[in-house]
């Protein structure tokens, strides 16, 4: 058992600079000598190629790390090129919708709460090149059998405009708010994460307000970027404003959960432990300003009046003292 409630998670494969052909273990060790870093998050069939759930469990507890939760991975396997629950083979849905049970069976079997589900492979490159109706509710098919398999685990939903398709079939908050309505399985939120939120055009505090208000917030991937791309980059190198302004909207809405870090430190070369402490670093100082900026007076009274001055004053003396 994991004696105390982790803060922050880690992307695995982020661990992966100058190791050859590592294992999900060896990542995790890396991992673990993290300050800060109590829990990761593990993809699903991917990082189980050499470790069944329970040894996977055992090699967890003894990094001391939690498990954050499972997330699933059909891109990898070129069979879900057109789609895994918009494909148009029954046979290959129903491959996908399998391959997702024994998931869940996994993070049952290693105590997980949260199954997220990134559909990137799910959508369109062209036009014409699908019945909008068909994908539509033939991905409402396969969630519902996901959602049923065990309904005492979570299933969250993470949304992005596109990549690798050029059209996510569920490609923003809305959308993806929409499906679950029509869902309508008590074991479903959304996972929020901070770049694809920023890609898709819209502010993250206000996402977070909608998702709390209108399902329930399952997940929250930080990172950040230019909002052209999944950028994939340190927290707040861009954008702390609008990551001090999610957390004081996270802490309105009672969100306790573990943040995960989905940073791509590989992709410059960066020394993915350093990149990684300096995650933990910046994100308690601006979980910190978020709290300062809670019991604000001067914050208060310029968000009321919708006083735009007034609140840049209020957030940089609290953020650039």
Known sequence: MIPNKPKYAARLNAFKLGLKNPTAADLLARIAEVPGIGAADLNYPDHFAHHSPAEMAKVMEGHGLALNGLAMRYYTDPGFRLGAFTNPSPQVRQAAVD?????????????????????????????????????????????????????????SLEYKPNEPRAFSLMPDLATNLLALRELGRANTGITLDFCHVLFAGE?????????????????????????????????????????????????????????????????????????????????????????????????????????????????AAELYR
């Open 203 to 315: 502010i993250p505090a206000q996402s977070a307000q909608l998702a709390a208000r209108y399902a329930r917030i399952l997940g929250v991937h930080l990172n950040d970027g230019y909002g052209k791309r999944d950028d994939g980059l340190m927290v707040g190198a861009v954008h702390p404003m609008q990551t001090v302004e999610l957390f004081m909207e996270l802490d309105a809405q009672g969100f306790d959960g573990v943040i995960y870090f989905d940073t791509f430190p590989d992709h410059a070369g960066l020394n993915p432990q350093a990149e990684a402490a300096a995650n933990v670093e910046m994100t308690d100082r601006l979980r910190a300003c978020a709290k300062r900026l809670a019991a604000n007076p001067a914050l208060k009274a310029a968000r009321e009046t919708q006083d735009a001055a007034g609140a840049l004053r209020a957030v």
């Open 99 to 155: 391959i997702t049970k024994r998931g869940l069976d996994a993070l049952a079997e290693m105590g997980g709460q949260v199954m997220t589900l990134w559909m990137g492979q799910d959508g369109v490159d062209y036009a014409f090149q699908g019945d909008y109706t068909t994908m539509w509710e033939t991905t409402l098919e396969c969630l519902a059998q996901v959602c049923d398999h065990n309904p005492a685990l979570d299933i």
